[in-house]
């Protein structure tokens, strides 16, 4: 058989970018229920105790064959994409190795700097590169209906944002939150760093008009929720999503590494993934 058809049946080899943590782990699992995919490298902190371990150890699976690096540059060697769930301050690194490597990238990882943020869109001029406060179908869905019912309630209807994690959560407001936030202002033609309402203290003074406001509460070992109200006299409408295992992001992530393959450079979200613009 020609050796090109014979690598049609390949699996399609995938890096993980912080194999230990709880979304790494998860991450292993919806590779294996996808199929057609390879483990080719996985990563952790340089001062993590499962560098040097096989990486189905580290995320307390199966022995994978393939050793958790230090270096992402190691890490996604033979790789054709890459899945990003590390912390904020290690996603410089990946973008370098990755942009150096020409490997498409899928970022899961929340709470950026402004100048991180900013590498990230250089980094899409020379790669494709994936990247979403939530990788979830499901909230990517919500993120739809939150737009088009801010298009549709006008003032008169008041948005709040209320999300829920677990006691170790680092960033708060939540990325999905922020992100919810930006879809109703969208939907109302304005940004939401003009209308955003993240503290609310003492005497704070009638609500203005047309704030969206953010709630958070940390606790526990909650996966993930996420309400949006919207209220007006009379009446009140809520879309809300509620996570109860973190394959669903997982799930989200690993069909974005497989749509990502072959995409030209830019910034994508995971609402281009699904189809949905």
């Known amino acids: 058989?020609?050796?090109?058809?014979?690598?049609?049946?390949?699996?399609?080899?995938?890096?993980?970018?912080?194999?230990?943590?709880?979304?790494?782990?998860?991450?292993?699992?919806?590779?294996?229920?996808?199929?057609?995919?390879?483990l080719s490298g996985a990563s952790a902190s340089a001062g993590s105790r499962w560098v040097g371990l096989d990486a189905g150890t580290a995320a307390s699976g199966a022995v994978r064959g393939v050793a958790v690096q230090p270096d992402p540059a190691q890490a996604i060697q033979g790789a054709a994409v890459a899945i990003d769930f590390t912390l904020p301050q290690a996603t410089g690194a990946n973008l370098e190795a990755c942009v150096a490597a020409q490997c498409p990238l899928v970022i899961g990882t929340t709470g950026h700097a402004p100048e991180v943020r900013e590498r990230i869109v250089q980094a899409a001029g020379r790669i494709p590169l994936v990247m979403a406060p939530n990788m979830s179908v499901g909230v990517?869905?919500?993120?739809?209906?939150?737009?088009?019912?801010?298009?549709?309630?006008?003032?008169?209807?008041?948005?709040?944002?209320?999300?829920?994690?677990?006691?170790?959560?680092?960033?708060?407001?939540?990325?999905?939150?922020?992100?919810?936030?930006?879809?109703?202002?969208?939907?109302?033609?304005?940004?939401?760093?003009?209308?955003?309402?993240?503290?609310?203290?003492?005497?704070?003074?009638?609500?203005?008009?047309?704030?969206?406001?953010?709630?958070?509460?940390?606790?526990?070992?909650?996966?993930?929720?996420?309400?949006?109200?919207?209220?007006?006299?009379?009446?009140?409408?809520?879309?809300?999503?509620?996570?109860?295992?973190?394959?669903?992001?997982?799930?989200?992530?690993?069909?974005?590494?497989?749509?990502?393959?072959?995409r030209p450079p830019g910034l994508y979200s995971m609402r281009d993934v699904l189809g949905f613009r």
Do not use: C
Not at 15 to 34: F, I, K, P, Q, T
Not at 232 to 252: K, M, P, Q, V
């Open 140 to 262: 990517n869905l919500l993120l739809e209906l939150v737009e088009q019912a801010a298009r549709q309630l006008d003032e008169r209807y008041d948005i709040e944002i209320f999300e829920a994690h677990h006691r170790d959560k680092k960033d708060a407001p939540s990325g999905t939150a922020l992100g919810l936030g930006a879809a109703a202002a969208a939907g109302r033609g304005v940004a939401l760093e003009q209308v955003a309402e993240y503290e609310r203290h003492g005497v704070t003074g009638a609500r203005r008009p047309g704030n969206i406001g953010f709630s958070v509460f940390r606790g526990g070992d909650v996966v993930g929720e996420h309400t949006v109200s919207f209220a007006g006299i009379g009446e009140r409408i809520e879309l809300t999503h509620r996570a109860s295992d973190r394959l669903a992001f997982a799930r989200g992530a690993v069909r974005a590494a497989r749509w990502l393959i072959g």
């Open 1 to 38: 058989m020609n050796d090109s058809r014979s690598r049609i049946h390949d699996p399609l080899p995938m890096a993980v970018l912080g194999v230990s943590g709880r979304m790494g782990r998860a991450l292993l699992v919806a590779m294996d229920e996808a199929g057609g995919i390879r």
